[in-house]
């Protein structure tokens, strides 16, 4: 009798780790979200290099392309979903998935996400802004963004 427990305990334990959904980690739409961190933190690093927070500049770079990695990585390993690539990805990545390898792909993104950082920084209008005016530009594109969350530990 004490057999017969022990053994269903353990059919039911593999059959449960065998069928539930992966850890939210590894989940289709956290993976392609990765996508839309990597885009922000590659903006977000833009915008402190423009305002000369190297440090900061550097981590974000490093955050971002390390989400980056991850999240072709899965892409190419099949653990996104269709659904969530369109529902969760920005199609400025979708647009730029081509490439030899992740390095070139993620360099098309990182050029793409700095056209966007500098919207409405080097420019008003038609006319271009000063440089003290650019600074200022981005300092708030960078607050209004809450770049400085991104990547830190809770």
């Known amino acids: 009798m004490r057999t017969s427990i022990i053994l269903r305990l353990v059919v039911a334990t593999v059959f449960s780790l065998l069928f539930t959904s992966p850890t939210s980690a590894d989940s289709s739409k956290d993976c392609a979200r990765m996508a839309r961190v990597m885009w922000s933190s590659f903006e977000c690093s833009c915008l402190a290099e423009k305002v000369g927070n190297t440090e900061e500049q550097a981590r974000l770079f ?9 999240f072709i990585a899965a892409l ?9 690539l369109g529902s ?24 793409a996400t700095a056209e966007s950082a500098f919207e409405d920084v080097f420019k008003s209008g038609e006319h271009f ?14 607050r209004k963004a809450n770049c400085q969350l991104l990547g830190r530990k809770k």
Request: no cysteine.
């Open 62 to 70: 490093q955050f971002g392309y390390d989400q980056g990695q991850k």
């Open 76 to 84: 190419k390993s099949n653990k996104i979903t269709k659904e969530d």
């Open 88 to 111: 969760e990805v920005p199609i400025g990545v979708l647009l730029r998935l081509q490439g030899p390898t992740p390095d070139f792909m993620l360099g098309r993104i990182f050029q």
């Open 129 to 142: 802004n000063s440089e003290e005016d650019q600074r200022l530009a981005a300092e708030n594109k960078f």
